[in-house]
């Protein structure tokens, strides 16, 4: 397997217009530094609630003028922390759930460990293309996400576990996360909430724990296997580390609507600044 030291020329070329790069990687200004802080503490908070914080980082680094691979990378490397954080602040949810993360978690991993690979094998120019589809798909998923848990709690009651579709659906969306991420939290509170008949907090807190699983195989493999912007990593991890704290305590006060708008919006500007990066 090769190793992706930051973005192929082609992308470093094409993005080298929007910021400039040094030989130890882009420099960052106070108050670019502060934009990367506040976004991570978003995504943090975020994630511990529903998921999709990566619709947060990941335009910001866009705007900055980080190339898409490079800023995905990065991004779920200094998103593990904070996933961490979102994963203990539902620790009593997860009461009595020990062998189902154990046995869920595997399948997380192993689907982490297919989505890395497939970002660090394939030309960057299949990630520029495919990710405005994945996050057009995530904001679709947020703005019906009411409808879609309401649908779910009339068809989980009396639902088994038993049998290979659960794991396949979370392995499947082990590997989305492990490609990109965004929105990865809502599409496994999906499959788990149709498998399972639980209610809909330990369902939550069993997808804040698979989203961990998940983000730390993709964040061991990227540092293995890629380059990661570590000024970056530190400070979204720093940042997601206090906003997972905050979203685990209070994200219950938040208006829904709200906030699904806010990341909607945030989402559709990443889409914008991926389709101009290609003209």
């Given at each position: 397997?090769?190793?992706?030291?930051?973005?192929?020329?082609?992308?470093?070329?094409?993005?080298?217009?929007?910021?400039?790069?040094?030989?130890?990687?882009?420099?960052?200004?106070?108050?670019?530094?502060?934009?990367?802080?506040?976004?991570?503490?978003?995504?943090?908070?975020?994630?511990?609630?529903?998921?999709?914080?990566?619709?947060?980082?990941?335009?910001?680094?866009?705007?900055?003028?980080?190339?898409?691979?490079?800023?995905?990378?990065?991004?779920?490397?200094?998103?593990?922390?904070?996933?961490?954080?979102?994963?203990?602040?539902?620790?009593?949810?997860?009461?009595?759930?020990?062998?189902?993360?154990?046995?869920?978690?595997?399948?997380?991993?192993?689907?982490?460990?297919?989505?890395?690979?497939?970002?660090?094998?394939?030309?960057?120019?299949?990630?520029?293309?495919?990710?405005?589809?994945?996050?057009?798909?995530?904001?679709?998923?947020?703005?019906?996400?009411?409808?879609?848990?309401?649908?779910?709690?009339?068809?989980?009651?009396?639902?088994?576990?038993?049998?290979?579709?659960?794991?396949?659906?979370?392995?499947?969306?082990?590997?989305?996360?492990?490609?990109?991420?965004?929105a990865q939290g809502i599409v496994l509170?999906?499959?788990?909430?149709?498998?399972?008949?639980?209610?809909?907090?330990?369902?939550?807190?069993?997808?804040?724990?698979?989203?961990?699983?998940?983000?730390?195989?993709?964040?061991?493999?990227?540092?293995?296997?890629?380059?990661?912007?570590?000024?970056?990593?530190?400070?979204?991890?720093?940042?997601?580390?206090?906003?997972?704290?905050?979203?685990?305590?209070?994200?219950?006060?938040?208006?829904?609507?709200?906030?699904?708008?806010?990341?909607?919006?945030?989402?559709?500007?990443?889409?914008?600044?991926?389709?101009?990066?290609?003209?």
């Amino acid at each position: 397997m090769r190793r992706l030291d930051g973005t192929a020329e082609g992308e470093k070329q094409r993005w080298q217009r929007r910021r400039p790069l040094t030989t130890e990687g882009p420099e960052l200004s106070l108050w670019e530094a502060l934009a990367i802080l506040l976004a991570g503490v978003g995504a943090g908070g975020i994630n511990a609630i529903v998921g999709s914080g990566t619709l947060f980082t990941f335009p910001v680094l866009l705007a900055l003028g980080y190339p898409p691979v490079t800023a995905s990378i990065s991004n779920s490397v200094g998103l593990a922390p904070g996933s961490l954080t979102g994963a203990i602040g539902y620790r009593r949810e997860l009461a009595g759930q020990s062998r189902r993360v154990l046995r869920l978690g595997a399948m997380s991993c192993l689907g982490a460990i297919t989505g890395g690979t497939l970002l660090v094998s394939l030309p960057p120019d299949v990630f520029e293309r495919v990710v405005p589809l994945l996050i057009g798909l995530a904001c679709v998923l947020i703005m019906v996400q009411p409808r879609l848990g309401a649908w779910m709690r009339r068809r989980r009651a009396g639902r088994s576990e038993r049998g290979p579709l659960l794991p396949l659906g979370v392995y499947g969306t082990g590997v989305y996360g492990g490609y990109f991420a965004a929105a990865q939290g809502i599409v496994l509170i999906s499959v788990l909430g149709l498998s399972l008949d639980e209610d809909l907090q330990r369902v939550n807190a069993l997808k804040n724990a698979l989203t961990f699983a998940v983000n730390t195989t993709a964040a061991v493999f990227y540092i293995v296997f890629a380059s990661p912007e570590w000024p970056v990593v530190a400070l979204i991890a720093g940042g997601s580390v206090i906003g997972g704290y905050v979203g685990a305590r209070f994200g219950r006060l938040l208006r829904p609507f709200a906030l699904r708008v806010i990341i909607v919006a945030v989402g559709l500007s990443a889409m914008v600044q991926l389709v101009l990066g290609q003209i």
